[in-house]
C-alpha cells in the first residue's frame, strides 16, 4: 500500500515563504505525476503545481512565479517552495501522485493528508 506523508505547513505573513514536503512510502512501486492541490474553505479542491516523471512542470495561473515545484525520483518525494504569499494562497494542500497499475495509462490515485497553510498579519 502507498502513503504519503506531508510536512511543512504553518502560519506565515504574507509576503513570507513556505515549503512543504511529501514523501511516498511502499513496496515495489513507481510514481508518474505528482502534485500539490489546495483547498481552501468553502471552495473546491484545485491543482496548484504538477510535475512529470521527467521534470515538465505546470502552475495554476494565481502561483505562477511564486511557486516552485520539484521532485527526487530516488527518494520519491516532492516539495512546492511557496514564496509571496498571500492571504488568498491559504488553504489545505494536498500531496497527490498517480501509480502506475499493471494496464497501460490506468493509475492508482494516492492522496496525503492534508498540511495547513495560513497566510496571515
Known amino acids: 500500500q502507498v502513503q504519503l506523508v506531508e510536512s511543512g505547513g504553518g502560519l506565515v505573513q504574507p509576503g513570507g515563504s513556505l515549503r512543504l514536503a511529501c514523501a511516498a512510502s511502499g513496496s515495489n512501486f513507481s510514481i508518474n505525476r505528482m502534485a500539490w492541490y489546495r483547498q481552501a474553505p468553502g471552495k473546491q479542491r484545485e491543482l496548484v503545481a504538477r510535475i512529470t516523471s521527467g521534470g515538465s512542470t505546470n502552475y495554476a495561473d494565481s502561483v505562477k512565479g511564486r511557486f516552485t515545484i520539484s521532485r527526487d525520483n530516488a527518494k520519491k518525494t516532492v516539495s512546492l517552495q511557496m514564496n509571496s504569499l498571500k492571504p488568498e494562497d491559504t488553504a489545505n494542500y494536498y500531496c497527490?501522485?498517480?501509480?502506475?497499475?499493471?494496464?497501460?495509462?490506468?493509475?492508482?490515485?494516492?492522496w496525503g493528508q492534508g498540511t495547513l497553510v495560513t497566510v496571515s498579519s
Open positions: 497527490h501522485i498517480e501509480v502506475p497499475r499493471t494496464t497501460p495509462g490506468d493509475y492508482l490515485e494516492v
